[in-house]
């Protein structure tokens, strides 16, 4: 089956730059997603990485390496509203449906 | 329009009652999911329909029921429910069946109380 690890909490102050990481074990692997939620919010895609590398979008950044089954997401110039939940994501064996990291909250701060 | 709209926002239902969440889409996604949240959990996969048809039920018990009447449409008909099933209902779309490349769009959800 599908698992994921992340850790549980982050703390930042305003301005700083964060990294979240995620280890993932499946069977079969078409990505590694992330998706943000505020308290209270839905889910919302972030970034999606199919290959090796780093893919840039705007203060966020996303990493994955196939090779360690690790990945890994960059929060530059921390801004309050950061604060959210952040999951990352694989799809199941079959590639129908997304299965979620436990997710990481980050508490951002002045 | 990129939104996925759920109804109601908040509910709270005895044991007995019957009642229904609604999700809606108008981006012609092809595929929907139902996902159960509990607070300070992940997302928790319950059913999806790929192409109006149900692809995947996620072992969900049969108090829950889910209908998918159209591609834009997707229903969650409860019925007998029990205070562990309070929870935050998520409905989500996709463009197609593929959760390998697809972006899930989530709706904001229906926050569920049973008494």
């Known amino acids: 089956g599908q698992s994921l690890e992340q850790p549980s909490e982050v703390t930042a102050v305003e301005g700083a730059i964060v990294q979240i990481n995620c280890t993932y074990q499946t069977s079969g692997f078409y990505g590694l997603s992330w998706y943000q939620q505020h308290d209270g919010g839905a889910p919302t895609f972030l970034s999606y990485n199919a290959l090796d590398g780093l893919e840039e979008t705007g203060r966020f950044s996303s990493f994955l390496s196939r090779s360690d089954s690790y990945g890994y997401l960059l929060l530059q110039e921390l801004q309050m509203k950061d604060s959210a939940s952040y999951f990352c994501a694989v799809p199941n064996q079959a590639g129908t449906a997304l299965i979620f990291g436990k997710g990481t909250t980050l508490s951002v701060s002045s | ?115």
Not at chain 2, 23 to 49: I, T
């Open chain 2, 1 to 115: 329009d990129t939104e996925v709209t759920q109804t109601p926002k908040h509910l709270v239902m005895g044991m007995t009652n019957k009642k229904s969440l609604k999700c809606e889409q108008h981006m012609g996604h092809r595929a929907m999911y139902w996902y159960k949240q509990k607070a300070k959990k992940p997302p928790e996969l319950m059913f999806v329909y790929s192409y109006e048809k149900l692809s995947i039920n996620e072992s969900v018990p049969s108090r829950f029921s889910p209908e998918c009447p159209n591609s834009s449409l997707l229903n969650l008909h409860l019925h007998a429910l029990q205070p562990e099933d309070s929870a935050l209902y998520l409905c989500a779309s996709s463009q197609t069946g593929g959760a390998g490349t697809d972006t899930q769009y989530f709706g904001p959800g229906t926050r569920l109380t049973v008494l």
